[in-house]
């Protein structure tokens, strides 16, 4: 019996797997990033089935919205076309994909196969959910069991920032108006 | 209600399209988005067994594995730049200085 929530479990994998085959499939980077937004945006949907409404919002605006904006004014800044063809990667197309075909039967042939049909059942209708993974329980529970890994957290951003900010910036002697350093070899 | 194991088997799949698109695709912004494939991967069966178990760490870790791929994207997409600066080309097999 198909309930209203196997359903909408089924759209939103159907989705993510169109995009993940389709990140695969394009050649573009640009078409690339696009396809992978889907995936985040359909793996949002997912979380809010799972009643985690809190990690759904976060997946939207981080995630598809902040990285993935990165991402594409980074293909747009070095104007990345369609990518060449190699002789190693059309040996990793023959090994690679039926590998992951292989790999990824076993896998779900195992998880289907052994895990019991009881007590297996998870999900929780949006608006049922008693509270739990909202946005209040959430917090509390990140600022007060994992405050300190939340503050080592906002350290290794910090690192991050400083190091995007210095490895993206120019090199001195362009950036002062000199002639600019010869860098190759 | 959907079995936990349907999710995994999700959680899987889009890990393996992340290992195959790392290992096939040859543009350097490609094979970096197949990272954060993968990591997508991870957060939704982090999130199914945290709403299996009913343990909101789950989602605690979720919160930490993306700050960390924010972080990661930030200084990997500076590096890609870096690279393109000096070897004006998003192909890795022609970044290859350190091979014999």
Not at chain 1, 75 to 84: F, H, Q, S
Not at chain 1, 100 to 125: F, N, Y
Request: hydrophobic share 60%; net charge neutral; proline share 4%.
């Amino acid at each position: 019996m198909l309930s209203i929530h196997l359903i909408l479990f089924l759209a939103f994998a159907a989705v993510a797997l169109a995009g993940a085959i389709n990140l695969l499939a394009q050649t573009h980077p640009i078409n690339s990033a696009l396809s992978l937004i889907a995936v985040m945006a359909a793996l949002a949907g997912e979380y809010l089935l799972l009643g985690a409404e809190f990690v759904a919002a976060v997946q939207v605006i981080v995630y598809a919205g902040a990285i993935m904006v990165l991402f594409v004014f980074t293909i747009m800044l070095l104007n990345a076309g369609v990518e060449e063809r190699t002789k190693g990667s059309r040996v990793a197309v023959i090994v690679g994909i039926p590998g992951m075909l292989l790999g990824s039967v076993l896998v779900s042939w195992v998880l289907v196969r052994h895990s019991g049909t009881e007590s297996v059942t998870v999900g929780v209708i949006p608006g049922q959910t008693n509270g739990w993974g909202d946005p209040a329980v959430v917090g509390k529970l990140l600022f007060h069991e994992f405050l300190l890994p939340f503050e080592i957290t906002s350290i290794l951003i910090l690192v991050a920032i400083m190091g995007a900010v210095v490895l993206a910036s120019k090199p001195p002697s362009t950036a002062a108006g000199g002639p600019p350093k010869e860098v190759k070899d | 209600m959907v079995p936990l194991s349907y999710y995994l088997v999700l959680s899987g799949i889009l890990f393996a399209c992340g290992v195959t698109g790392f290992l096939i695709k040859r543009n350097i912004i490609t094979i970096f988005m197949s990272i954060e494939l993968m990591l997508n991967g991870v957060n939704l069966s982090f999130v199914a067994f945290a709403a299996h178990w009913h343990a909101l760490a789950g989602q605690i870790f979720v919160f930490f594995v993306m700050v960390v791929a924010a972080a990661e994207s930030a200084v990997g997409l500076a590096i890609i730049i870096a690279v393109y600066r000096t070897r004006e080309t998003l192909n890795v097999d022609q970044v290859n200085l350190l091979k014999l």
